[in-house]
């Protein structure tokens, strides 16, 4: 009956006078940090912030049950406020007991289904009623940029939705079932936004339908309208995800088809064929392969140079992302005879970072190190331990080095050092060092010149540490 | 109306202005006095009002005052006037003024009540008032913690049972707004006294000894949320007893513990039930516990069809004022 052990106080924490979080324990520092706050910082988790306030003012040690969400799941405890009078500066004294943590209850699919349906027609920037064959009834248009579709479908009456939009990735002809269309994305002329399409059946649903709503949800704001304020970032402001949301997408499937074949045609797992065909064969997929590897660098760089890019705060262990990062590149080691020299299991090195963002700087450098190390060698990562509230994490080669000129210009856009056929798209230093930068860390080198032993490159990538208990 | 001509027609007039407010005043009680009698009349013992509660709020209200009172007189005179009494007229002032509060009247009134309906399960299906099953299990838990907890809680409810049986309320005992309600009705009485206000290191000395955690009410609150999801296990009322169960139903449908307490007298059953499905027990659980409350009320089926979010809107929508606590 009973779900927690051991003791029931879970996390102690001190407020300041001004309702700052000064020091908390691990779960509570967790939750602040998951609502968004900082440590030390104005307590973040609205339903503490309340008590603790009502404390202060009341000058009494209250006792209240609370009950929180951290973007994942919900928080449940019984949160006891301590005002700490006189010189400790009138803040309080917050014991939580009973932590426990519950998946968000979500209400049931049909009624979560209700609210999505009630949120995509409170945000539809665009909606009309279609007939049971999908054909347009009427059409309003509440945002300036969907007026010539508004326009188009007046002059042209009566023909499918599908007529008047241009759908993504749906390659099928109408007549399509409803369902398939149901969310579906697509571009509206005249409009530089991505759109979603909703078709909410009219009437019964297990039957045919009688009609639809139509509704149309940009996915993003009217440009021009919100981002005045990103001054600094004024010529990145009209930045529309041209590649990540609309080239990607597209490109993708026939690069991914071109480096299948050219595989097959390699392996010649169609039939016997000379020798000379087999390379071209190779030739073919790798550059695929650098397409695709482009492709993705472009997807990312442009996500990081979005005005307001960011990036999410959570624990992450250098030393396990450098293992996991060496799980995914050991093949390619291997082949060349590279060891992977990692940090040790027991380094625990915390850095309040996002993952998944660490673990692609760190594939990123490890790859380089691989690639540019003569074989037979050796890639050193270590970690080191936080000094002045950092952690840092280093990988090291023992090829040629990078030179104090070279040093420079490593982490410029489009920057390859003057190598030109090895496959790289000159962009991976320079959007790792974007993402440490976006995590409030930083990305460095060591030039050649001022390696004591005079060989390899390092870099090294510092992270704020995750604060300790 | 023509201007007093004399210095004494303006007396005459004011004479006539207080007469006619004190008149209005008695016309005021008076029509207060039929519905109450009648209301008392009507069904001894079953109803919300009998005489037994409002001695006990009497006694409540007069009880604090003497504790109020006895803090002042220690602060002035130190230690060495325990056990001398204090004048009737200030416990009675202080008292008159404490009930005035409807905050405060509304939260004595629900804790006479509870001891009321306590006694009733107690006469009616042996419920023990102090110790129930559930607390029993609790304190037996191979958790040292909440068997510490548990074991805290039964001393606390012991403590409500006698101190309801002597009429008292002890001030650590009153949730943290209520305690700030009384303090403030006790410095306006100071105030109107003329002798200035109550001495500070008095207020002082009893705002530290609170701690609303270890109250009756803090520690029936902690224990409830220390059984996590077990809680409902709390909304048997024969397993979990009155002080418990009423926690458990406040802290499930969210609603004032004082709005679960009244819940649970007869003349509030759609509350109960409302809280009930806002808690998410299904109608046959809900008519289980209505047979051992209240035996003569029938719970309509279609309770089971009403949505738990839809109850609890319902239920914060009452407009129970009486014993309302802003929480």
Known sequence: ?469 | MAEPATNISGELTSVERLLKEELARGDRSLRGVAPVLAHMLETSGHSLLSDAIVARVRGMLEHLSRQLLAAERAEVLGSTAHGEGDPPEAVDTLADRLGSDHVVLGHAYVLAMESHLAERLERRASLDPVLSPLLQELIASDQPAIAELAMATLAAQSRFVQSQRRMDMPLAELPAELFLSVMACWESVARGRGRGAVPKGAVERLKRSYDEGASRVGLLSRLVSAMGNGALAALELEHAGLALFASALAAVSRQPRDNAVIACHESQAARLALAFRAAGLDAQAIERQFLLLEPGIRVPEVIGQLAPDRAQAILARSEARVVDLDR
């Not at chain 1, 993504?168 to 369902?179: E, I, K, N």
């Not at chain 1, 992450?316 to 450098?322: K, N």
């Open chain 1, 1 to 469: 009956m009973i779900e927690r052990g051991d003791t029931l106080l879970a996390a102690r924490g001190l407020t300041d006078a001004q309702d700052r979080l000064v020091t908390a324990d691990e779960p509570l520092a967790e939750l602040q940090l998951a609502c968004g706050g900082d440590l030390p910082g104005v307590l973040a988790v609205p339903e503490l912030l309340v008590l603790v306030r009502q404390a202060r003012s009341m000058d009494l040690r209250i006792a209240r049950e609370f009950a929180a969400h951290d973007g994942d799941d919900r928080i449940t405890g019984f949160a006891r406020v301590h005002p700490r009078g006189g010189e400790d500066g009138e803040g309080c004294e917050l014991l939580v007991e009973n932590w426990q943590r519950q998946p968000n209850a979500l209400a049931g699919a049909s009624e979560f289904a209700e609210q999505l349906d009630a949120i995509d027609r409170a945000s539809a920037e665009a909606s009309g009623r279609l007939d049971a064959a999908q054909r347009v009834q009427l059409v309003s248009a509440a945002a300036p940029d969907a007026r010539e579709l508004e326009a188009a479908i007046s002059r042209e009456p009566g023909r499918t939705w599908t007529d008047y939009v241009t759908l993504q990735d749906v390659a099928h002809r109408q007549p399509l079932h409803w369902r398939l269309l149901d969310g579906s994305h697509c571009t509206l002329p005249g409009s530089q936004r991505h759109w979603r399409v909703r078709l909410l059946p009219l009437g019964s649903v297990s039957t045919a339908p009688a009609g639809f709503e139509w509704l149309l949800v940009p996915e993003e704001p009217l440009s021009g309208i919100h981002s005045t304020q990103d001054s600094e970032d004024d010529a990145a402001a009209g930045h529309s995800r041209l590649i990540g949301s609309a080239l990607t997408p597209v490109l993708r499937q026939p690069i991914a088809r071109i480096i299948a074949n050219a595989e097959t045609i390699r392996s010649r797992l169609a039939g016997p064929l000379r020798e000379e065909y087999t390379e071209y064969a190779g030739t073919i997929a790798a550059a695929g392969q650098h397409l695709s590897g482009m492709l993705d660098d472009l997807a990312d760089l442009e996500v990081v140079e979005t005005p307001g890019f960011s990036t999410a705060r959570e624990k992450v262990d250098l030393a396990d992302a450098a293992r996991r990062a060496a799980g995914i590149l050991g093949v390619r080691a291997q082949a060349r005879g590279i060891t992977l020299d990692l940090p040790e299991e027991d380094e625990g090195c915390q850095a309040r970072a996002e993952f998944r963002r660490v673990l692609q700087i760190l594939l990123n450098l490890i790859g380089n190190a691989i690639a540019y190390s003569p074989d037979n060698s050796r890639v050193t990562v270590r970690t080191h331990e936080s000094r002045n509230g950092r952690v840092a994490i280093s990988v090291a080669d023992e090829g040629p080095g990078i030179s104090e000129e070279q040093a420079a210009r490593i982490f410029d856009k489009f920057e390859r050092l003057g190598r030109d056929n090895d496959g790289g798209s000159g962009l991976g230093l320079y959007i790792s060092q974007r993402l440490a930068r976006a995590m409030d860390g930083e990305l460095t080198v060591t030039s050649r010149e001022s390696v004591d032993d005079g060989c390899g490159a390092l870099f090294r990538l510092d992270l704020p540490t995750f604060p300790a208990r």
